[in-house]
């Protein structure tokens, strides 16, 4: 858990050669307080829960099950800005688990992360003894992060306007379209997909960054000719929108050629999937979806991992579970088998047992 720190400081300590002052790594306030998995002289497990916005809610649902169910272990939650954030702290051993995707646990693999954060910023390095270096977010070199519980699928939406000519993700080339707000994950797919497809992110399209709600009303005035967006396909805002101006707007698949060549050029990122017929008010719509995971690094005790899922599935009733996998099988049904050689052991002990995994 600790690799990327220590990597770090080993580091700083050959630069700085002759300087005998203690290396320091400058941390901002808004990562400084969070607490990483530890065993305390009491035999208590103490572990935070990374979740960023629209997680908070089952963060806290999971940490509040997790210290009444399970008396070995305390957690508590650290409400993060961002999937950047909750990815940073958690490879740094500042979280014992964090709400992520699926492909951030491949990328993170393949010490390839920063290809989800293009925009990440340098972290500052400060030495006592006057020196001060930068150092990238994310490194390029592997960290064993791991999946622990697939949580739902996300679908890949392209709404385009019927007037726009878009008939297929080719069609977005030269055209005015939103890729999603600023560092989410409906930007992270967008840019996978259009580079798969040779588009230029800053010159083969005219960019956007909308939410969901602002993307629908420019397409409605013609600001823009189409959106991307990653969510689940129920929800009700694009459906009822979709629903009500059906000859106007539509869903354009992502399949056959297209899908083959983009998840070919992004293997672990990509599953195949289809929308449910309420949304897309057409047959077989093909597109292409990712996973949302709770993860861990893979030195997160497997015992303790095992008691988090079952408690997990033993009640699949309460509120704030609503919207998850009511069973092993259906969990592991959502997982992109890319994806499935980085399940921690724990999990993979958990899942065998449920005779889920052989």
Known sequence: MYIKNSALLFMIMV????????????????????????STPQGSYKFTIAASEGWYTEGHGLSEEI?????????????????????????SGKAGMAFVYDYHVVLANQGKLMTAFPDAPMEKIAIKCGTEMT?????????????????????????????????????IKGKHISTGEAGSATEQQSRFVLASLGIDWETGISREQFGLPAAIKALETGEIDAFFWSGI???????????????????IPIAGEEAEKITQA??????ASKFPADISNQKDIGTLATTV???????????????????FFNDSSTLWKSGFPISPEDS???????????????AKNYFTEQGVLK
Request: aromatic share 6%; charged share 15%; net charge negative.
């Open 67 to 91: 210290d009444i169910k399970i008396p070995a272990i305390s957690s508590d939650v650290k409400e993060t800005a961002s999937l950047m954030e909750s990815m940073d702290i958690l490879t």
């Open 293 to 311: 995971v709770l993860a861990a690094m893979a030195d997160f005790p497997e015992q303790y991992m095992v008691q988090i899922l079952a408690t």
């Open 233 to 251: 396909s129920s929800n009700t805002e694009l459906s009822e929108f979709l629903n009500s101006k059906r000859t106007e707007f539509k869903l």
């Open 332 to 346: 592991m049904s959502i997982l992109n088998t890319a994806s499935q050689p980085y399940l921690h052991q724990g």
């Open 15 to 38: 630069i700085a050669g002759g300087c005998t002052s203690t290396p320091v790594v400058v941390t901002s306030a808004e990562t400084a307080n969070t607490q990483p998995a530890t």
């Open 266 to 271: 992004n293997p672990g990122i990509f599953h």
């Open 135 to 171: 150092r990238p977010m994310f490194p390029d070199y592997a960290e064993a992060a791991r999946i622990v519980l697939p949580l739902y699928e996300e679908q890949l939406h392209i709404v385009v306007s019927a007037t726009s000519g878009i008939t297929s993700v080719n069609d």
